[in-house]
């Protein structure tokens, strides 16, 4: 199975400040892809972003942008201009050539006003 | 409004007890998922159904069983050979069993085994 690390278990961030979120992924897969998902207190998976090894360009989705270094196996979660809504658990989640997702241990992240 | 639906949110049984998870899905998907998640961490595949009537063992399968009888419909039983199985359980959908199509999620199942 993948290894998937987020290495920031808790994350704080002033409301209206972007906030980077790590992923690092460990994988030899030449295909493959990630996705970020947000998980509010109430439980559910919202999905945000997701970006495939083969593009081109990093994804972006609203105030959500990707950075995506495939040669450091990376893919960290950029959120522009905070709200105190964003305050959630923020998992990556790739796939490989198992082709499920594999998800990290999550970041909590705090949107302070 | 199409979506997933998972009753009830939260369910409490005796140890020893079988007792089984709903999820119904109306968003015409064809490929369903049931997730674990224990506090602190990120999600398990325990099954998933690229189609009616076929199934597939996640990495946890062990003690649980599901169904896919009809299309808008994945049950997840949790049978009394799973050990630890106080957990929440997510349903997930997504229009194709390729990996790269979102998933949509449910709402979830608080399950808590005394």
């Known amino acids: 199975a993948q290894k998937i690390t987020q290495t920031q278990p808790g994350m704080f961030v002033q409301e209206k400040e972007a906030v980077t979120l790590d992923c690092t992924y460990d994988?030899?897969?030449?295909?493959?892809?990630l996705f970020w998902y947000k998980q509010p207190s109430s439980g559910e998976m919202i999905f945000l972003i997701y970006?495939?090894?083969?593009?081109?360009q990093n994804a972006t989705e609203g105030r959500y942008s990707l950075n995506f270094q495939k040669a450091r196996k990376s893919a960290n979660l950029v959120i522009s201009a905070s709200q105190l809504g964003d305050s959630a658990m923020y998992f990556c989640a790739p796939w490989g050539s198992a082709r499920q997702l594999t998800f990290g241990s999550g970041t909590q992240l705090t949107v302070l006003p | 409004d199409g979506g997933i639906t998972q009753s009830p949110k939260y369910l409490f049984r005796k140890e020893g007890q079988n007792v089984t998870l709903s999820c119904e899905q109306n968003l015409n998907h064809d490929a369903m998922y049931w997730y674990r998640q224990d506090p602190g961490q990120g999600l398990r595949l325990i099954y998933y159904?690229?189609?009616?009537?076929?199934?597939q063992k996640g990495d946890i399968a062990e003690g649980y069983s599901v169904s896919r009888e009809k299309k808008e419909s994945f049950p997840l039983t949790v049978t009394s050979a799973q050990k630890n199985p106080t957990a929440f359980y997510l349903c997930?959908?997504?229009?194709?069993?390729?990996?790269?199509?979102?998933?949509?999620f449910g709402p979830g199942t608080r399950l808590t085994v005394t």
């Open positions: 994988t030899s897969d030449q295909s493959y892809g």
């Open positions: 970006q495939g090894s083969y593009d081109e």
């Open positions: 997930a959908s997504s229009i194709a069993r390729d990996p790269s199509y979102e998933q949509y």
């Open positions: 159904s690229q189609i009616v009537n076929d199934f």
